[in-house]
């Protein structure tokens, strides 16, 4: 599960123009405006990432006017989101450990999203029904969630030197196919699905033919892609019909990510198209702001694109990390 909420170190406080009142404070790889004098370089916080969805609290009442929503998935609470204040891009927040007692036994790092009873703040992805959902994601069978670089710094020195490649990330739901032991199924990004050639999630099968093509490679197999195209998410990509952009293929019987070659091939004898590639090299060396500033920039339909996603190019999980396009990300909309 993806840590939401967790003990941080400031590492740098600095100063906005012109403010009185505020200033702000660096963590992680992560910025946030916080009131001057809150913070100094070196305390330790309570950081919630983008995302995070807080329960209805005392202490988070200060975030009513701003952050307060409610739907259906989620219930009723407080959204922390991307915004801009006094002309400074803010992501997360950060909150004084004097706020949580109850943590007081906890280290820097520490992961405290389930102690927080923080949650992801969720959007149905689709605008009609993706399926009839038969049971849970099969165990073991691994997800599509790419860590933020922000949250994970480390990741660029041990990419450093390294033969790389970095696709656009599409703007859509996650959509699995796997074939084991002779059956071919589907998943959403944590259910799978039934059968039914009108389920949304089944759509990659029957548009492309993947039954019997899966099945002829007799192989342990899965491939993970996004799928896109009217009735999902905003349909970014204004696409006229669905779509699915593979970006894994998992070969079941090791766990093991294909490389990138050897997953294009396969995909290409498939008939499938793959995430767009925007960039390939031997030897990484971006920092932080560079890759941010890649990430950034529209997809074809003059639309923001969500953002990139970087990769060893010969063993992706061994390094994998996303970095979102802070553009969209200012534009979002509940």
């Given at each position: 599960m993806r840590s939401l909420a967790s003990i941080q170190m400031v590492r740098e406080i600095t100063e906005i123009p012109e403010s009185d009142f505020l200033e702000v404070a660096h963590i992680m790889g992560w910025q946030c405006v916080v009131k001057k004098g809150e913070f100094q370089k070196g305390q330790l916080g309570i950081y919630f990432e983008v995302d995070s969805f807080l329960p209805v609290e005392p202490?988070?009442?200060?975030?009513?006017?701003?952050?307060?929503?409610?739907?259906?998935?989620?219930?009723?609470?407080?959204?922390?989101?991307?915004?801009?204040?006094?002309?400074?891009?803010?992501?997360?927040?950060?909150?004084?450990?004097?706020?949580?007692?109850?943590?007081?036994?906890f280290n820097e790092g520490s992961?405290?999203?389930?102690?927080?009873?923080?949650?992801?703040?969720?959007?149905?992805?689709?605008?009609?029904?993706?399926?009839?959902?038969?049971?849970?994601?099969?165990?073991?069978?691994?997800?599509?969630?790419?860590?933020?670089?922000?949250?994970?710094?480390?990741?660029?020195?041990?990419?450093?030197?390294?033969?790389?490649?970095i696709t656009t990330k599409m703007d859509g739901t996650s959509g699995t196919v796997y074939c084991i032991d002779g059956k071919v199924g589907c998943c959403s990004r944590n259910k799978e699905i039934k059968d039914e050639e009108g389920a949304l999630y089944w759509m990659p099968v029957y548009k492309y033919g993947l039954r019997e093509k899966l099945l002829s490679l007799g192989k342990n197999i899965?491939?993970?892609?996004?799928?896109?195209?009217?009735?999902?998410?905003?349909?970014?990509?204004?696409?006229?019909?669905?779509?699915?952009?593979?970006?894994?293929?998992?070969?079941?019987?090791?766990?093991?990510?294909?490389?990138?070659?050897?997953?294009?091939?396969?995909?290409?004898?498939?008939?499938?198209?793959?995430?767009?590639?925007?960039?390939?090299g031997?030897?990484?060396?971006?920092?932080?702001?560079?890759?941010?500033?890649?990430?950034k920039g529209k997809y074809p339909s003059g639309l923001f694109k969500e953002g990139i996603v970087v990769r060893d190019a010969n063993r992706p999980k061994a390094v994998s990390f996303k970095a979102l396009n802070n553009d969209a990300l200012l534009k979002e909309k509940d």
């Open positions: 202490r988070y009442e200060f975030l009513r006017a701003s952050s307060c929503r409610a739907n259906e998935d989620n219930g009723e609470g407080f959204r922390i989101r991307t915004v801009k204040l006094r002309g400074q891009l803010s992501q997360g927040l950060i909150l004084p450990r004097s706020s949580f007692p109850e943590l007081d036994s992961d405290v999203t389930e102690n927080l009873n923080v949650k992801k703040w969720y959007i149905p992805e689709t605008a009609t029904s993706g399926g009839v959902v038969i049971g849970s994601r099969p165990h073991g069978m691994p997800t599509s969630d790419e860590i933020r670089i922000q949250s994970a710094l480390d990741l660029l020195d041990k990419l450093t030197g390294k033969p790389y490649y899965m491939l993970i892609g996004e799928i896109c195209g009217p009735g999902v998410q905003k349909n970014k990509l204004r696409l006229p019909e669905l779509g699915w952009y593979v970006f894994d293929v998992v070969d079941m019987d090791t766990l093991e990510q294909y490389p990138y070659d050897k997953a294009r091939e396969l995909c290409e004898n498939l008939g499938l198209t793959t995430v767009p590639l925007e960039e390939r031997d030897n990484f060396s971006y920092s932080l702001e560079v890759l941010l500033e890649k990430a």
